[in-house]
């Protein structure tokens, strides 16, 4: 029995540092922003009490509509890029026989250059004057019509700023997806090969469903990502042009920092919060039912 005791005082002596780095750091500022939300607030001086106004004034916001919908469209193709895209990449490392290290580190290192710079980069690269590397392969395929500022034209700028953000963490979920495939059981696959399957049916039949839980861990950790998604947009287009690159995070940081209506923004960053956690909620209601069935 002391021994018990004895583990429980050593659980909570690790735990402890890691909560109370989540309480002050995590939940006391989502706590603050709630609070935050029902007061009408420049900054500076006394808060004042507003009750629901900031949250009425979202739903008549045509902004805010503007800043949700292109946050959808982010999301499509920020979660298509960095899971579908990884786990490719994870299944052809899978058959890689040398050099996988090396492959390795060549696609994670985008996940750990500074915002700025890999900012910086498709900036130039979506460039038309001097014309960047886009443009540049458009005019060698003979497909110079195509070519634009990608950054500046309203039909291409949503998608122009969520590659980016796509692209930096693909490795990051390749190395995920490929751990996982590596630690499966090699006698599974060879016994589905004696049966008759095919590379293709044993990927599809086997070893996914088999990584079932780090896929939907991957793709939890990825819309959160993609709702909460910042730095990369702000620093390519500030939300613009007009309102056709503005993400609700961008908005909610204009609102607070630019305009000083602090208890809007906050409005704002408790229905990311609360999208987010819907978000997550549904997820695992889906994925439950289907284990259910």
Not at 191 to 199: P, S
């Amino acid at each position: 029995m002391s021994g018990v005791i004895r583990n429980r005082k050593a659980y909570l002596v690790f735990l402890l540092p890691g909560l109370l780095f989540y309480l002050f750091a995590v939940f006391y500022p989502i706590i603050d922003s709630v609070r935050i939300s029902f007061m009408k607030w420049g900054g500076i001086g006394p808060m004042k009490f507003i009750g629901l106004a900031n949250y009425t004034k979202l739903f008549t916001d045509h902004v805010f509509y503007k800043s949700f919908f292109n946050n959808l469209v982010y999301l499509v193709i920020v979660v298509g890029m960095q899971l579908l895209i990884g786990l490719l990449f994870a299944v052809l490392l899978t058959y890689m026989k040398k050099h996988v290290s090396l492959v390795k580190t060549l696609y994670y290192v985008p996940c750990i250059i500074t915002t700025v710079a890999v900012g910086q980069m498709f900036r130039s690269m979506y460039a038309t004057e001097p014309m960047g590397l886009f443009n540049i392969i458009l005019d060698s395929v003979g497909l110079e019509s195509l070519a634009r500022s990608w950054l500046a034209d309203i039909n291409t700028v949503l998608a122009a700023v969520s590659i980016p953000e796509g692209w930096r963490f693909t490795g990051m979920y390749m190395v995920i997806y490929y751990a996982a495939l590596i630690s499966l059981d090699p006698q599974v696959s060879e016994a589905a090969e004696i049966d008759g399957a095919n590379a293709w049916q044993t990927l599809w039949k086997i070893k996914l469903p088999m990584i079932r839980p780090v896929i939907i861990l991957s793709l939890t950790m990825c819309i959160t990502g993609a709702l909460r998604g910042f730095d990369v947009p702000f620093l390519l287009t500030n939300g613009g042009p007009g309102n056709e690159s503005e993400l609700l995070s961008t908005y909610m940081y204009k609102q607070a920092f630019s305009s000083n209506q602090f208890g809007y923004g906050s409005a704002i960053a408790v229905f990311i919060i609360v999208e987010s956690i819907l978000a997550v909620f549904i997820l695992r209601m889906i994925t439950r039912n289907r284990e259910a069935i």
